[in-house]
């Protein structure tokens, strides 16, 4: 498992021609607005406030870098989907995310999030789908497990496989509450980003 001994928030980018250009390997974080993939960011780094969070969906907007160990890329995507975000800026979130997968080189690995309680849609498949055809490999990440029993998590789980068309391996149940799922995260990252995460 990678120890994390720096992080830190390295740009903003609101458009592709910002993106910041280095060899580093670089983990990509998607998913729906209130997935809680700012949460899951800090509680996977150690940091309380490394991401902003807040009780709105809608926090993120631009793609956000970080640098892991001065060796690793994260990048934070916008979420999706927010159905009270102004139409103008809805409407850019989706095509940022699609020139991000297509046009970044150094993304070796990308989490894309589902909240355990809510079935996976159209946008979500379509990731999936772009992920894909780029050959980006994919985990996905089931957040706010803590919410759930364990009955209702196990039935929920086989729904979310029957809609995606995948096997229950391929999902990673998280919470960043408790702070489950953390080493088998890192651990894909460190397995992704090479040999290069886990220098101390």
């Not at 009270?84 to 989490?111: C, E, H, Q, S």
């Not at 979500?124 to 994919?138: G, Q």
Request: proline letters at 6%; glycine letters at 6%.
């Amino acid at each position: 498992m990678i120890k994390i001994n720096d992080v830190y928030f390295l740009k903003s980018c609101g458009s592709p021609s910002q993106f910041p250009e280095y060899q580093y390997p670089e983990i990509a974080f998607l998913g729906r607005s209130n997935v809680g993939k700012s949460s899951l960011i800090n509680m996977l780094m150690n940091r309380k406030n490394l991401v902003k969070t807040g009780s709105r969906p809608g926090v993120t907007r631009t793609v956000n870098f970080f640098i892991l160990n001065n060796v690793i890329s994260i990048a934070d995507l916008p979420g999706f989907g927010y159905a009270n975000m102004p139409w103008g800026v809805k409407r850019t979130f989706m095509p940022l995310i699609k020139r991000y997968i297509t046009g970044r080189d150094n993304l070796k690995l990308a989490f894309l999030l589902i909240d355990i309680r809510r079935v996976p849609e159209r946008r979500e498949r379509e990731l999936l789908a772009l992920l894909a055809e780029n050959k980006i490999p994919v985990a996905v990440i089931l957040t706010k497990c803590d919410k759930l029993p364990r009955g209702r998590r196990t039935r929920n789980i086989k729904s979310i496989c029957a809609e995606l068309g995948v096997d229950d391996t391929a999902l990673f149940p998280t919470s960043a509450k408790t702070r489950s799922g953390r080493k088998e995260l890192l651990d894909l990252i460190a397995e992704y980003a090479g040999s290069s995460a886990v220098k101390p």
